[in-house]
């Protein structure tokens, strides 16, 4: 069955840095979008995503310049680099292969900025 494991999140300041892993297994991971999730206090966006071949990135404005979105095809992994965190950053995040509503989504990893 398709999964989705994520890691790497935890406890920051404002102003550091996170890097999440996202291990997938049970599909033809490189042929598939790939896409990062959060849901904090609101409902749960869409906040970056890239193509199949990791050729093409998109992101949402709220985090824009700060966070980095990659895949390692090879690895079956996803990864999204965070920078310069917000506490507004702080939610559940969620990696998912863009366009697979059937699937279930994982349990995610918490991001906490505070100081």
């Known amino acids: 069955q398709v999964e989705f494991v994520e890691s790497g999140g935890g406890l920051v300041q404002p102003g550091g840095s996170l890097r999440l892993s996202c291990a997938t297994s049970?599909?033809?991971?490189?042929?598939?979008?790939m896409a990062w999730y959060r849901q904090g206090k609101k409902e749960r966006e869409l906040i970056a995503d890239i193509?199949?071949?990791?050729?093409?990135?998109n992101y949402a404005d709220s985090v824009k310049g700060r966070f980095t979105v990659s895949r390692d095809n090879s690895k079956n992994m996803l990864y999204l680099q965070m920078n310069s965190l917000k506490p507004e950053d702080t939610a559940m995040y969620y990696c998912?292969?863009?366009?697979?509503?059937?699937?279930?989504w994982g349990q995610g990893t918490q991001v906490t900025v505070s100081s």
């Open positions: 193509t199949g071949a990791g050729r093409f990135t």
């Open positions: 049970g599909f033809f991971f490189s042929n598939f979008d």
């Open positions: 998912k292969c863009k366009y697979c509503r059937n699937a279930d």
